[in-house]
Each structure stands twice: as C-alpha cells, then as structure tokens.
C-alpha cells in the first residue's frame, strides 16, 4: 500500500451480486459516500460498450448520486483533459471485467492513471471486478491455465496499476481452479502475497492496510514469507515446481486480514468498513 | 501407517502415463519384484470388465511374471477362499479406478479386504489409481464439487479400507480444481493429512513412512498440525469455511515426505524406492 493513500479498494473477484442485496457493490458505494458518491465507471477492459452501462444503472439504483461512464478505448483518450477532470471530481472509481492488459495497455503510465492513483491518495475508493481486481496490483495476472499443475509456463505476469503494493490478486479464484497459477506467482517471489478472491466475494482495504472479506465465497491467503524451498531458477518452463512451507488460510465474510503484519483477524466487524 | 506393515504403497492420482515410459506403473511393478512379480488386479472399483483387462496386458508387457484379474463384484465372492487365496499368493494388488464406494461397498469388511490387508502387513505392494488411491485411506473422500469454494455441503466423506492412517488422499487434484474439497476435509478435522495427488502422479510410500513423488505432476501437501482457526462446528452446510494457518507444500518428481515428522524431503534419491 502507498504511504499516503487515504482512499478505500474495493476488489471483487467477479460475478458479484447484481440482483439481490448487492452486499459488495453496496459497500463500494457507501465507502464512496453513499447518496454523496459520485462514481466513475471505467469500463476499458472490456470490449462491449454496455458493460459500463450495467453497472451505472445499477449504482445509480443502488442510490449513488452521480455516475459517470468513461469507455476509454485508446491512449489518445486516456491523455484527454476532460476525463482528467472527471476521474478528479469522483469518489468512488470502479473497473468492470474484461481483459486486464486493455487496462494497463491504454492506461499505462498515462494522464487519467495518474489522476487515478492521486484521487486514490486523496480519499477516493478504487474498485475492480474481474479483471479490473487483478489490474490493481504493482504485478499483475495476466493470464494463465485454470485447472493446472504449478508450472512457470501457465502464468503470464504484466505490470499493473499499482494501487496494491506487495500483492498479486487473482479472481474467480475457487471457481476455475486457479490456486496452481498463483503458486506459481509465489514461486517465483515467495515475498509476494498472493490473494485469490472467489465469485461475488471481495476485500474491502481499508487506508491502515487491512482488508476485510464481503460477499458470499472465501478469499484464499497465501502467505510466502516462511516458504523454505523453491526450485523456479532451475526448473525448466514445463516442468513441475516445488515449493515448500506456504502458508494458507481460507476466509469468508465476518474475517479479515492485515496486509502489513500479515495477520488473519477474525470476527472483524462486519458493518465497519475497517 | 499400520505399526507392522512391511509393504509398500504406490498411490495414482489417476490417468497415469500407460503408453510411454510408464514411469508409475513400472515403480508397482519393481517395488512388487519385477520379474518375478506375481500381481494381483482389482477391478471392483470399475463396471467395466475391460478394465482390469487393460492393467493386465500392461503389466504382462512390463515384465510381471503372473498377473491375475480379480473382478470382484459382489460381497458374497469378497468371501471366496479361492479369491482369498489368489490374494495371499500376491506379491502386488492393483486397485483400478472407478467408485470408491463400490471398492468399500464390496470388500469392506470382507475375507479378502482382511487378505489384503495381511499381504500387506506381509510384505505385499497395494496400489491403486484415482478411486483405488481414494480408498486406502481410513476416511475417504467418496465425492464433492469440484472448482467449488470450501464448504461443509461440497464433500462426502466414508470410511476406506485404511491402509493409510491420519491421511486423506484426493485424486485428479490439480486438473479437477480441488483444493478447495481437501480443505473442507481438513477445516473438518485439522489433524488429518490432506494428500493431493495430480494426473499421471503418484506418492511411494516405503514401510518407514515416507513417501517420494514420481510420474509428471505434482503432490500437494496440506498440514493441519499448525491451524489456529476453523469455523466449521458453528458454520451452516453451504456457508463458507475459514480455516487459518494450514501449511502448504507442492512438491514434484524428485521430493520426498516423512509422514510421522510431517517434513518434506529434499533431493530424494529417484532411482531408489524410498
């Protein structure tokens, strides 16, 4: 996490709720400042137009203030002045599913990313689904195969936004079978913590480092800090890898997680945003 | 691990290599005395008739001195002095995948599941694949969901024909995305190993308690010793399990596992079967 992020991450491990509570959208906009809000929608991972319409409706719905809905395509548009202006004005900054290297591809280092990152810092809540989760990271998942056993040759790693430091995020996580691939993330930098966050389940993080868990799935923690061994320097790309003393935990709602000290903390109040 | 067993285990997570090097057979075959090898096949698990036929033609080629198929299909044959015999004189009993439940359902209890647990007692190698590596635990996994977030409702656990002790073994572990069963298994009774057996995978297990790995994929080892949390006494079916601080370890072709110590071994030498 930043030193001087004041800001909120909402990061959903797709296929959240959009017909019943919406307990995870919900808390996004209540974090934004709830009949406050004003949210932008940022749906350039994906390449139909209405998926930023969906999620507008239903923030609006859900009793936001104001949405807007920025379909940046290109990098031209992401230098644009007035989407600047728009990401500034905004509490809340929501990313919908897709592909994360259409995020990072038009975003990248451009002048809407840095107003992002500086909303971030000055308050505004960032939040991801899908893909828009795994683009939150400093080193993203960029693919690979579910179902799989670790290997280096089933990921593809990418640099991401950058909002969360330390931690590679992956989604759909119990859902696709993905613990390989993110084994295999840790394997080659056990100093990471990896995250897998299911379905309709999210980690809200708060500004002091720790996430609580929201929604109806568990989120997967794995923790490489005390791993002993691992063979990623003299395996070759197919090969099996090893890797030896993870540490896992499992949450569901109700628990919650300090990043900083990596710590599981339970019965964590489930109406705070803490 | 039985106090007086003497034999050797090759368990199979399924799918193992049969028109290669046969790397996994090959290793039931040597540890049963290679040429002079006489193998038993139990197709109990399978309604396929063929199925036995196929382990037999195989290990004819590989070098088996006498191959017997034995498929067994009811309770009253699991009592037949003619089948318990063929048992005894077995220097290596093969369990075929199917139904665990039809292995448990017809041997259980049976004068030839005692037979074979003698031989084994004795001497004899027992190895099984996919369902037969399912069945040589005391409690087995006979199903659950697969790429399923753990909960109490995803698994079904019975008594197996307990070759194994304190362990519970899953099969197709990698490739069907279940981790997430192993850990309801484990959230149910933290002293419980959760071994994970991918395709074309196998654990060896000498009489001294150690296991190395062989064939292509890989083994994951979940250690509950160390949790400090579950939830599942207060947690409903279908609600989320946590389960805190279980260690994790993937480990290929070329480790090793003391299954007393719970400590991986590195380096273990692949040629010998220990």
Known sequence: MGEKA????????????KSGD??????????????????????????DPRSGEVYRSLF???????????????RAEANQQQYVSVSRESSGIFFTGGDQLRITGVLGGSKLSRALLESYHGGAVIAGTSAGASAMS??????????????????????????????VVDQHFAQRGRIGRLLAVMAHNPYILGVGIDEDTAIS??????????????VTVLDGKGVSH??????GMNNPLALTDVRLHILPRGYGYHLGQRQVLMHINKEDPR
Chains 1, 2 share one sequence.
């Open 6 to 17: 004041r800001g909120h991450m909402v990061i959903i491990g797709g296929a959240e709720d």
């Open 22 to 47: 919406c307990a995870i959208l919900r808390e996004f906009i209540k974090l934004a400042g709830g009949r406050d809000s004003r949210l932008t929608v940022l749906s350039t991972a994906s390449e």
């Open 60 to 74: 609006v719905e859900l009793g936001a203030a104001e949405v807007s809905v920025l379909a940046v395509r290109h």
């Open 138 to 167: 400093e080193t993203m998942l960029v693919g690979g195969s579910d179902d799989a056993t670790p290997n280096k040759e089933i990921i593809r790693m990418a640099p991401g936004l950058g909002f969360l430091k330390e931690v």
């Open 205 to 218: 993080v708060s500004p002091d480092e720790i996430f609580k868990v929201i929604g109806s799935g568990t």
């Open 230 to 235: 691992s063979n990623v320097s003299e395996s």
